[in-house]
């Protein structure tokens, strides 16, 4: 299935030309636990199936989901932005510097796991960032 959501955002030229303005694509995390539980990261699927077809565009995966807080879907629109705050990190700092971004999540609702990600790229150095989902 990640292939085929790959394949759609692809097959758009105006975002391929995008995609290929950008250094780095990273997928927003889920915790560990929830990986294991679900055997995979839909973002991270898709986001490497992107870099593997876009060869300007690296794929990294330096952020990384320190809490397994509520899910996101779960939530009313003002806990959400309370419910992420702080439960992403950095694993590879140098990564990040100085890079153009692509933040890629499969789904974005209120903003608030986005905008959560965006600022620790940011704190990290990332030069620009552009948030990429599949649905809003």
């Known amino acids: 299935m990640y292939k085929t959501f790959a394949k759609l955002i692809l097959k758009n030229e105006k975002i391929c030309r995008i995609i290929k303005s950008y250094d780095i ?3 927003v995390p889920i915790h560990k636990k929830r990986k294991n539980e679900r055997g995979y990261n839909q973002s991270e699927l898709i986001a ?3 870099a593997k077809n876009v060869k ?3 794929y990294q ?3 990384k989901k320190t809490k397994n807080n509520e899910r996101q879907s779960e939530l009313k629109k ?3 932005k309370q419910n992420v705050k702080n439960v992403y990190e950095i694993q590879k700092a140098q990564i990040i510097q100085d890079n153009r971004i692509i933040l ?3 789904i974005y609702t209120t903003g608030s796991t986005a ?3 965006a600022k620790i790229l940011k704190e990290n150095n990332a030069r620009d ?3 990429l989902t599949l649905a809003k």
């Open 129 to 131: 960032i552009l948030v």
């Open 61 to 63: 995966n330096p952020l």
């Open 78 to 80: 003002d806990e959400r």
């Open 25 to 27: 694509i990273i997928p």
């Open 115 to 117: 905008d959560e990600c």
């Open 56 to 58: 300007e565009i690296n």
């Open 48 to 50: 490497k199936e992107i």
């Open 104 to 106: 890629f999540d499969d």
